[in-house]
């Protein structure tokens, strides 16, 4: 009965531990840096498993002799200081020019709120980008963060994609020199899945060329230089210059598969997986539900009588009302 008295009052000096460590945290965040604030986090959602954990078994804590009570005693009381470690992370505050601060690493307003997939390996990942599109923008495409307030900062970023050729002649024109700096991944195969050796080497080339052109830009004296040994005279060099810079330093990843793989694709999908739930932590926002979604679902179960039978048409904007009524005049004429 010892054992469970020690482990019981030990569990709740863990709750109060973490009550008073949130207090303590709030009054910290407001002069130390992100790092210290993220290791006063890490530090306080571990104390209630160590205390738990010291109090439970003391010098026997592995040895329970038989005692099919005192094991499954200790299991429950282990797996509630799991959870509480997880809550006392989850729970921990952070300031609010804290959280800005990473955001702003992360993002820069509107110039990072795009963000484009290439897949240069093989058509047979060309549904990734649709895939992808929808764990980002459905997860954290967010204004409201978990405790209901309005966020003041950019969330989720407007996801595209293509592969190989077909996005480079789609919307690499906007990557290169486009207004706002679009923060591209590139992923790419060695070992090719198909015969066509040839082929698949003048993917990578054009890969490895994209993301080095992204990178480096280029100059008006390398403008010039090229523009001559083309064969341009002055007069030509001078017109076509400025169409011919291009400011580099945009960002972009690349991603390179020994092959692809089952397990390698899953791993690829996984890192995804993991960068989008780590975003919605720094952004505060709750990556698993879908009330945009939801909203659009229940205004169709209205409008659906209204365009077969025009039943509850007033009730929508007037936007609607002449959509949907021209949409029964083309279908009544079939």
Request: aromatic share 8%.
């Amino acid at each position: 009965m010892d054992n469970y008295l020690v482990g019981m009052l030990f569990a709740l000096l863990a709750f109060f531990l973490l009550a008073a460590m949130n207090m303590i945290a709030k009054l910290l965040s407001v002069n130390h840096s992100v790092l210290e604030i993220s290791f006063y986090r890490n530090l306080i959602a571990v104390m209630p498993f160590l205390f738990v954990v010291f109090g439970m078994g003391r010098r026997d804590i592995l040895n329970v002799k038989g005692d099919v009570k005192l094991l499954i005693f200790r299991s429950v009381l282990g797996t509630v200081s799991l959870a509480v470690t997880f809550a006392a992370y989850a729970a921990m505050p952070m300031a609010d020019t804290k959280l800005h601060n990473l955001i702003e690493m992360a993002a820069t307003g509107e110039a990072a709120a795009r963000a484009a997939l290439l897949d240069h390996a093989c058509e047979r990942l060309a549904k990734l980008p649709a895939y992808l599109e929808q764990l980002e923008m459905e997860s954290n495409g967010k204004s409201a963060d978990r405790d209901g307030r309005a966020v003041d900062y950019a969330t989720a970023p407007v996801l595209w994609g293509a592969t190989g050729t077909v996005g480079q002649h789609a919307f690499f024109q906007a990557l290169h020199q486009g207004t706002q700096p679009v923060p591209a991944d590139f992923i790419g195969v060695a070992r090719p899945m198909s015969r066509y050796q040839d082929l698949h080497e003048q993917l990578m080339a054009n890969l490895f060329a994209q993301t080095e052109a992204l990178m480096r830009g280029q100059t008006a004296d390398e403008a010039r230089a090229q523009m001559a040994e083309e064969g341009l005279v002055a007069e030509q060099i001078d017109a076509l210059l400025p169409f011919r810079i291009f400011p580099g330093n945009r960002p972009s990843t690349t991603i390179l598969l020994r092959e692809l793989s089952p397990p390698l694709l899953g791993m690829l999908i996984a890192l995804y997986e993991h960068k989008v739930f780590t975003q919605s932590v720094i952004w505060r926002v709750n990556a698993f539900d879908q009330w945009g979604v939801e909203l659009g679902k229940r205004l169709a179960e209205g409008l659906l009588p209204a365009l077969r039978d025009g039943e509850g048409l007033e009730a929508h904007d007037a936007s609607t009302r002449g959509l949907v009524a021209q949409y029964r005049a083309w279908r009544s004429e079939a």
